[in-house]
């Protein structure tokens, strides 16, 4: 069965700094995976996915994620953060051809001025 | 393309009362998904349709939880002799035939008192 990890469940960054959330998937090949982000009260968003191919992902808001095999990691950065991208942020994955996705339990972020 | 729907967006119910939500999937999306998500978690996987068949359900869903998409368009959720442990925001999600990537609806979120 797949899983996923997301280690930090809170995250402060000043607007204008860089930001990097981490994700951490369990799986036996190589799954789908995507983020989502989730503004409060509200649902989910898709930001980016990641099928095959190349491992660095774009994804809309300016935001990108790498694939890395070796580390099981699909991890979410943006350059430069803006007072907007304050939200719950969550990774998930789904094995090629199957219909359910598992979550991480999402990281928290608190954009400051 | 209007985006999945759900309705009602909140609901307030006394403990062993029924209630039933209902999503609209993105017109042309066969597949359509129901996730919950309780609070400082990720959703989780309850039942998926392809078409109006269901072809999965998680073990989350108890028997007191029932859904339908009977003419494969818009889709229901009851729950019967609701609990307290059934307060959670219930989420919707379709997929087209040709893509993987899942589209969510903004929830009802669901309080038993």
């Known amino acids: 069965a797949q899983s996923v990890t997301q280690p930090d469940i809170h995250i402060t960054v000043s607007e204008g700094a860089s930001l990097e959330l981490r994700c951490n998937y369990s799986?036996?090949?190589?799954?789908?995976l995507f983020w989502y982000v989730q503004s409060p009260g509200q649902g989910l968003q898709l930001l980016l996915k990641y099928f095959s191919g190349d491992t660095l992902v774009q994804g809309i808001k300016g935001f990108e994620a790498e694939f890395k095999r070796s580390q099981s990691s699909f991890n979410l950065r943006k350059p430069s953060v803006h007072w907007s991208d304050a939200a719950e942020y969550f990774c998930?994955?789904?094995?090629?051809?199957?219909?359910?996705?598992?979550f991480g339990a999402g990281t928290t972020v608190t954009v400051r001025a | 393309d209007t985006g999945v729907s759900q309705d009602p967006r909140h609901k307030i119910t006394k403990r062993g009362q029924n209630v039933t939500f209902r999503c609209d999937p993105i017109?042309?999306?066969?597949?359509l998904y129901w996730y919950r998500q309780t609070l400082g978690q990720g959703p989780e996987f309850l039942t998926y349709f392809q078409n109006e068949a269901q072809l999965e359900k998680s073990r989350l869903l108890s028997d007191r939880f029932s859904a339908e998409r009977p003419k494969g368009s818009f889709s229901t959720l009851e729950i019967q002799r609701t609990e307290q442990g059934d307060s959670a925001m219930y989420l919707c999600?379709?997929?087209?035939?040709?893509?993987?990537?899942?589209?969510f609806g903004p929830g009802t979120r669901l309080t038993v008192t």
């Open positions: 999600a379709s997929r087209g035939p040709r893509s993987y990537e899942q589209y």
């Open positions: 799986y036996g090949a190589t799954p789908y």
């Open positions: 998930a994955v789904g094995p090629p051809n199957d219909y359910k996705l598992s």
């Open positions: 017109s042309e999306h066969n597949r």
